[in-house]
C-alpha cells in the first residue's frame, strides 16, 4: 500500500482487511500489467506526494475563476518537472505523473495531449510531423481539437465551417458563415490553447470534397492575443469540468498557408487540384476511433475510484437495528442489498478494465496497418471502440451514481469525492460521439456481419459468432452455472437478438423501403443489440483474465466476480430473449450466494486497485476509515465560516428584521 497511514486506522477496515482470501498485492500487478509497472507507478506517485508544489485547499472551496488558473499552473508544472525528470518519452511515467498531480482537476491542457498532438501523429504528412510534432511536445504551441459547431456535433458530415483555396496567394481561407457554424465546446481553446486544428468543409476548383482538417494559429505566440479575424472566448460554466476552459471561435476569413492542411490522407496542389491518397475517407475520423478506446479505460478507473471510497465507507458505517439486544448497529456492507449495490459495481469496472486492455491491444495492432493505408480491420476497430465507449461511459456514470447513493447523504456532499468522479465521467457519454449515436454505428456494422455471414464471407474475430441462423439455446437448468456456460448464454443471446432484428430489417427491404429508412425502423432495437455484443466482449475478456490469473486464489475470486457479472447481465436481460421462471430463479439464487462468498473480499478487490488518499481526494474513502472527524475538518474550511457571523447578516437580514425594504439594496 502507497497509503501513509496518518492516523490510527479504524479497527472496522483493519478487521475487513484481513479477510482477504488472496494476496491483494498480485492482483494489483495483474491490474497494472505487471510488478514492474506496479514499483514505477508508485515511485512517480511517491515524487508528486513529496512535492510541496502540488499541495493547496480542496478546490471545491475555489471559484471557477482559481480553479482554473490553478489546473493551467499545475498543467505547466507537471510538464517541467517531468522534464527535470527525463520522463517526458516514457507514456506510462507521464500519465501516471499527470494523474497523480491532477487528480480531481482535469486538465486544460489535456486535449493538446489526448487529441491535438495524436491529430499531428495520425494525420499529417511525414513534413509537416517534422514541423510541428516537436514544437507541440514542447509545448511552444499549446492545440486543441476545434471540430463540433453549434449547430453540429454528432452529424460530423454537416459541419459548416469553410476552408476555400485560393490559388493566387496559395492560402486557405478559414471561415464561419453561419452562427451555428461557430466552434463550441473544444477544451483548452477559449483561453489556453494558441493554436487548434479545425474541422472544416474544403472547398477548391468550386467543388466541396467534405470535411478535412487544418491547422490554424488563433493566438500571437509571445503576447497570447487572438489574431486578427480569430473571435473566441470560453463558453461558461458547465454541470462539471471547471478547470478547463472549453470555448467557441469564430473565425472571420482567416488566412493559412496551404500547407497548413493536414496532408497525411489527402492533398490540394498549389494550383488547386485535389488529390486523395487513399480510398477509405473516413480515415480523417482516426483521432476519435483512438480517444474512443481510452474512454473505456478512463470508465473502468472511475469506477475503481468511487467503489473504492463506497466499499470502505460501508465497511465503518453503522447504521440499523441491531441483530441482538447489546449488538452494535449493523455495518452498512452487512445488508445484503448494499453488497449487490456495491459489488455489481465493483464487477462491472474489473470488467471494463480488463476489455479496455484488450481494445486497446486491437487498436495498437491495426493502427500501423492503417496508416500504410490497409484498412481491412477497421470496421471492426470502429465498431467495437464505439460500441464500448458508449456502454464503458454509460456504465461508469451509472456506477459512480450507484456508488455516491451508497454513501447516503455524504454521498451528496463534495467532501465525498463522489460529485466530482461523477461529473467528470458523465459528459464522456456525450463527448466523441453522443452514446446512442455510437451504439448505432455498432449496431450497423453487426447488420452487416449478418449479410457477410450469409454471402459465407470471414467475419473479424470478434465478431467470428455471427451467423445467419440460429443457434440452440443453451440449458440453465441442470448443471453448474459456470462462467463459460453463462459467457455461452450470453453469446446466443447476442445472435438472437441480433437474427431478429436483421429479419424485420430484411422484410422492410422486400418491402422496398429505402435501406436509411429500414434502418431508422429498427434503431432502437439495434441499440439493443449492440449492447449486448459489447457486454459479451467485456464478459470474454474478463473471462479470459480471471483464467489467466497464475495464483489459484486470484483466478478463483476472479472467477466469482466475473460470474456475478454475467448472471447480473442474464438477469437484468431476460426480458429481451426467452429465459424461462425457473432459469431466471436459478440464477437469482446464484447472485446471492456470490454475493455472500465474494463478501469477505470486497475490500480486497477494491484495494487492489491500489489508489493513494492523493488519488481518492475523499474524506468518507480514507485508508484510514477515520471519516467522522475528517468531516468535520473539511467543513471549518469552507470560506463560508470564516466569520462567525456572515456580512449578509448585517447587509439584508438586519434590515429585513428592521422592517426595511430590501429592494433597492
Ligand atoms: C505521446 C503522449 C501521449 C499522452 C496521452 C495521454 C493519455 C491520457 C489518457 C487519459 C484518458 C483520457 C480519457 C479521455 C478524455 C477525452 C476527452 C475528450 C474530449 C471530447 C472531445 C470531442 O468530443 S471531439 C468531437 C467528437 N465528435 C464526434 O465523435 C462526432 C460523432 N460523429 C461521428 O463520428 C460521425 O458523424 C458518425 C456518427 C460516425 C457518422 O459519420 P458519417 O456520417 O460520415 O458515416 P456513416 O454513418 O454514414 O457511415 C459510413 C461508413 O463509415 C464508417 N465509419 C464511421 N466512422 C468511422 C470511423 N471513425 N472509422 C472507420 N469507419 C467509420 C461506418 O461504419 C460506415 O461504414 P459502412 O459504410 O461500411 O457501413
Ligand atoms: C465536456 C465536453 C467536451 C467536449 N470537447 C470537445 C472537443 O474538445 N472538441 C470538439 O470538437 N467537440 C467537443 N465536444 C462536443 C461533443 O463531441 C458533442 O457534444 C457530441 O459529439 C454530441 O454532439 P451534439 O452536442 O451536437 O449533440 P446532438 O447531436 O445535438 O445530440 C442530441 C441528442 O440527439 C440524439 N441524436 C443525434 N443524432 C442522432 C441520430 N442520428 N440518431 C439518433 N439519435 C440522435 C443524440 O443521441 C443526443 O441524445 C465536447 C462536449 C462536451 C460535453
Given at each position: 500500500m502507497t497509503n501513509p497511514v496518518v492516523q490510527k486506522v479504524n479497527p472496522m477496515l483493519t478487521e475487513e482487511r484481513a479477510k482477504a482470501s488472496f494476496p491483494v498485492e498480485e492482483l494489483t500487478y495483474i491490474l497494472d500489467g505487471g510488478k514492474f509497472n506496479t514499483e514505477k507507478r508508485r515511485e512517480i506517485e511517491e515524487l508528486v506526494t513529496k512535492d510541496p508544489n502540488f499541495e493547496h485547499p480542496p478546490i471545491q472551496f475555489m471559484t471557477r475563476e482559481q480553479q482554473y488558473s490553478l489546473a493551467v499552473k499545475k498543467a505547466l508544472l507537471v510538464q517541467q518537472r517531468l522534464k527535470e525528470l527525463d520522463m517526458l518519452d516514457d507514456p506510462y511515467a507521464s500519465y501516471f505523473f499527470r494523474r497523480i498531480a491532477m487528480p480531481r482537476e482535469v486538465s486544460p491542457i489535456g486535449l493538446h495531449w489526448v487529441m491535438f498532438v495524436p491529430t499531428l501523429m495520425g494525420q499529417c504528412s511525414d513534413e509537416q510531423r517534422e514541423r510541428w510534432l516537436q514544437r507541440a511536445l514542447n509545448y511552444e504551441i499549446i492545440g486543441t481539437y476545434a471540430q463540433t459547431e453549434m449547430g453540429h456535433g454528432t452529424f460530423l458530415r454537416g459541419i459548416e465551417t469553410t476552408a476555400t483555396y485560393d490559388p493566387s496567394s496559395q492560402q486557405f481561407v478559414l471561415h464561419s458563415p453561419t452562427t451555428t457554424s461557430i466552434k463550441w465546446w473544444p477544451g483548452g481553446l477559449g483561453k489556453t490553447c494558441n493554436y487548434a486544428v479545425v474541422v472544416a468543409q474544403l472547398h477548391t476548383q468550386g467543388r466541396c470534397h467534405g470535411v478535412h482538417m487544418f491547422l490554424v494559429q488563433l493566438r500571437d505566440e509571445s503576447t497570447h492575443r487572438s489574431l486578427p479575424g480569430v473571435v473566441c472566448g470560453d463558453i461558461g460554466p458547465k454541470m462539471g469540468y471547471h478547470t478547463i476552459d472549453n470555448g467557441f471561435l469564430q473565425l472571420n476569413s482567416v488566412r493559412i498557408p496551404r500547407e497548413n492542411m493536414l496532408m497525411r490522407n489527402a492533398e490540394v496542389q498549389p494550383d488547386g487540384t485535389y488529390i486523395r491518397r487513399v480510398s477509405n475517407e473516413k480515415l480523417t475520423y482516426g483521432t476519435m476511433v483512438f480517444v474512443r478506446s481510452l474512454i473505456v479505460s478512463d470508465a473502468a478507473r472511475g469506477i475503481s475510484e468511487a467503489a473504492t471510497i463506497a466499499v470502505r465507507y460501508a465497511c465503518v458505517r453503522r447504521q440499523g437495528e441491531p441483530s441482538s439486544p447489546g449488538a452494535p448497529e449493523p455495518r452498512l456492507l452487512d445488508y445484503p442489498v448494499h453488497q449487490y449495490r456495491l459489488l455489481t459495481c465493483v464487477a462491472n469496472c474489473y470488467g471494463l478494465w480488463f476489455a479496455s486492455e484488450v481494445l486497446r491491444d486491437l487498436y495498437f495492432t491495426v493502427q500501423p496497418d492503417v496508416l500504410e493505408g490497409r484498412t481491412e480491420r477497421l470496421p471492426e476497430t470502429h465498431a467495437l471502440s464505439a460500441g464500448l465507449k458508449a456502454v464503458g461511459s454509460n456504465r461508469g456514470a451509472a456506477c459512480v451514481e450507484e456508488c455516491r447513493r451508497c454513501c447516503g447523504g455524504f454521498g451528496f456532499s463534495e467532501a465525498s469525492g463522489l460529485p466530482k468522479i461523477y461529473n467528470d465521467i458523465n459528459p464522456a457519454c456525450t463527448y466523441e460521439g453522443e452514446n446512442t449515436v455510437m451504439l448505432l454505428q455498432t449496431g450497423r456494422h453487426l447488420l452487416k456481419c449478418v449479410e457477410r455471414a450469409r454471402r459465407g464471407e470471414q467475419l473479424a474475430p470478434s465478431d467470428?459468432?455471427?451467423?445467419s441462423r440460429p443457434t440452440p439455446q443453451p440449458k440453465l437448468a441442470g448443471g453448474p452455472l459456470t462462467a463459460d456456460l453463462l459467457l455461452g448464454w450470453l453469446r446466443w443471446r447476442s445472435l438472437s437478438m441480433l437474427l431478429e432484428v436483421s429479419g424485420r430489417f430484411n422484410s422492410f427491404i422486400e418491402q422496398r423501403q429505402a435501406w436509411a429508412d429500414a434502418f431508422q425502423a429498427v434503431s432502437r432495437r439495434l441499440t439493443r443489440c449492440a449492447e449486448a455484443h459489447c457486454i459479451l466482449y467485456v464478459g470474454q475478456a474478463f473471462l479470459d483474465s480471471a483464467k489467466a490469473a497464475e495464483n489459484p486464489k486470484i483466478c478463483g475470486v476472479l472467477t466469482s466476480l466475473c460470474r456475478l457479472f454475467l448472471l447480473n447481465e442474464v438477469v437484468s436481460g431476460a426480458g429481451d430473449v426467452q429465459l424461462s421462471r425457473s432459469d431466471l430463479a436459478r440464477c437469482q439464487d446464484a447472485i446471492d450466494s456470490l454475493l455472500t462468498e465474494l463478501r469477505p473480499n470486497a475490500v480486497a478487490l477494491v484495494e487492489?486497485?491500489?489508489?493513494p488518499d492523493r488519488m481518492l481526494c475523499s474524506v468518507i474513502g480514507r485508508?484510514?476509515?477515520?471519516v467522522y472527524e475528517a468531516m468535520l475538518q473539511w467543513a471549518r474550511?469552507?470560506?463560508?465560516?470564516?466569520?462567525?457571523?456572515?456580512e449578509s447578516y448585517e447587509l439584508y437580514t438586519r434590515q429585513f428584521l428592521a422592517g426595511r425594504s430590501l429592494a433597492k439594496l
Amino acid at each position: 500500500m502507497t497509503n501513509p497511514v496518518v492516523q490510527k486506522v479504524n479497527p472496522m477496515l483493519t478487521e475487513e482487511r484481513a479477510k482477504a482470501s488472496f494476496p491483494v498485492e498480485e492482483l494489483t500487478y495483474i491490474l497494472d500489467g505487471g510488478k514492474f509497472n506496479t514499483e514505477k507507478r508508485r515511485e512517480i506517485e511517491e515524487l508528486v506526494t513529496k512535492d510541496p508544489n502540488f499541495e493547496h485547499p480542496p478546490i471545491q472551496f475555489m471559484t471557477r475563476e482559481q480553479q482554473y488558473s490553478l489546473a493551467v499552473k499545475k498543467a505547466l508544472l507537471v510538464q517541467q518537472r517531468l522534464k527535470e525528470l527525463d520522463m517526458l518519452d516514457d507514456p506510462y511515467a507521464s500519465y501516471f505523473f499527470r494523474r497523480i498531480a491532477m487528480p480531481r482537476e482535469v486538465s486544460p491542457i489535456g486535449l493538446h495531449w489526448v487529441m491535438f498532438v495524436p491529430t499531428l501523429m495520425g494525420q499529417c504528412s511525414d513534413e509537416q510531423r517534422e514541423r510541428w510534432l516537436q514544437r507541440a511536445l514542447n509545448y511552444e504551441i499549446i492545440g486543441t481539437y476545434a471540430q463540433t459547431e453549434m449547430g453540429h456535433g454528432t452529424f460530423l458530415r454537416g459541419i459548416e465551417t469553410t476552408a476555400t483555396y485560393d490559388p493566387s496567394s496559395q492560402q486557405f481561407v478559414l471561415h464561419s458563415p453561419t452562427t451555428t457554424s461557430i466552434k463550441w465546446w473544444p477544451g483548452g481553446l477559449g483561453k489556453t490553447c494558441n493554436y487548434a486544428v479545425v474541422v472544416a468543409q474544403l472547398h477548391t476548383q468550386g467543388r466541396c470534397h467534405g470535411v478535412h482538417m487544418f491547422l490554424v494559429q488563433l493566438r500571437d505566440e509571445s503576447t497570447h492575443r487572438s489574431l486578427p479575424g480569430v473571435v473566441c472566448g470560453d463558453i461558461g460554466p458547465k454541470m462539471g469540468y471547471h478547470t478547463i476552459d472549453n470555448g467557441f471561435l469564430q473565425l472571420n476569413s482567416v488566412r493559412i498557408p496551404r500547407e497548413n492542411m493536414l496532408m497525411r490522407n489527402a492533398e490540394v496542389q498549389p494550383d488547386g487540384t485535389y488529390i486523395r491518397r487513399v480510398s477509405n475517407e473516413k480515415l480523417t475520423y482516426g483521432t476519435m476511433v483512438f480517444v474512443r478506446s481510452l474512454i473505456v479505460s478512463d470508465a473502468a478507473r472511475g469506477i475503481s475510484e468511487a467503489a473504492t471510497i463506497a466499499v470502505r465507507y460501508a465497511c465503518v458505517r453503522r447504521q440499523g437495528e441491531p441483530s441482538s439486544p447489546g449488538a452494535p448497529e449493523p455495518r452498512l456492507l452487512d445488508y445484503p442489498v448494499h453488497q449487490y449495490r456495491l459489488l455489481t459495481c465493483v464487477a462491472n469496472c474489473y470488467g471494463l478494465w480488463f476489455a479496455s486492455e484488450v481494445l486497446r491491444d486491437l487498436y495498437f495492432t491495426v493502427q500501423p496497418d492503417v496508416l500504410e493505408g490497409r484498412t481491412e480491420r477497421l470496421p471492426e476497430t470502429h465498431a467495437l471502440s464505439a460500441g464500448l465507449k458508449a456502454v464503458g461511459s454509460n456504465r461508469g456514470a451509472a456506477c459512480v451514481e450507484e456508488c455516491r447513493r451508497c454513501c447516503g447523504g455524504f454521498g451528496f456532499s463534495e467532501a465525498s469525492g463522489l460529485p466530482k468522479i461523477y461529473n467528470d465521467i458523465n459528459p464522456a457519454c456525450t463527448y466523441e460521439g453522443e452514446n446512442t449515436v455510437m451504439l448505432l454505428q455498432t449496431g450497423r456494422h453487426l447488420l452487416k456481419c449478418v449479410e457477410r455471414a450469409r454471402r459465407g464471407e470471414q467475419l473479424a474475430p470478434s465478431d467470428a459468432y455471427i451467423r445467419s441462423r440460429p443457434t440452440p439455446q443453451p440449458k440453465l437448468a441442470g448443471g453448474p452455472l459456470t462462467a463459460d456456460l453463462l459467457l455461452g448464454w450470453l453469446r446466443w443471446r447476442s445472435l438472437s437478438m441480433l437474427l431478429e432484428v436483421s429479419g424485420r430489417f430484411n422484410s422492410f427491404i422486400e418491402q422496398r423501403q429505402a435501406w436509411a429508412d429500414a434502418f431508422q425502423a429498427v434503431s432502437r432495437r439495434l441499440t439493443r443489440c449492440a449492447e449486448a455484443h459489447c457486454i459479451l466482449y467485456v464478459g470474454q475478456a474478463f473471462l479470459d483474465s480471471a483464467k489467466a490469473a497464475e495464483n489459484p486464489k486470484i483466478c478463483g475470486v476472479l472467477t466469482s466476480l466475473c460470474r456475478l457479472f454475467l448472471l447480473n447481465e442474464v438477469v437484468s436481460g431476460a426480458g429481451d430473449v426467452q429465459l424461462s421462471r425457473s432459469d431466471l430463479a436459478r440464477c437469482q439464487d446464484a447472485i446471492d450466494s456470490l454475493l455472500t462468498e465474494l463478501r469477505p473480499n470486497a475490500v480486497a478487490l477494491v484495494e487492489a486497485f491500489d489508489l493513494p488518499d492523493r488519488m481518492l481526494c475523499s474524506v468518507i474513502g480514507r485508508y484510514d476509515g477515520q471519516v467522522y472527524e475528517a468531516m468535520l475538518q473539511w467543513a471549518r474550511q469552507s470560506p463560508l465560516n470564516a466569520t462567525d457571523v456572515h456580512e449578509s447578516y448585517e447587509l439584508y437580514t438586519r434590515q429585513f428584521l428592521a422592517g426595511r425594504s430590501l429592494a433597492k439594496l
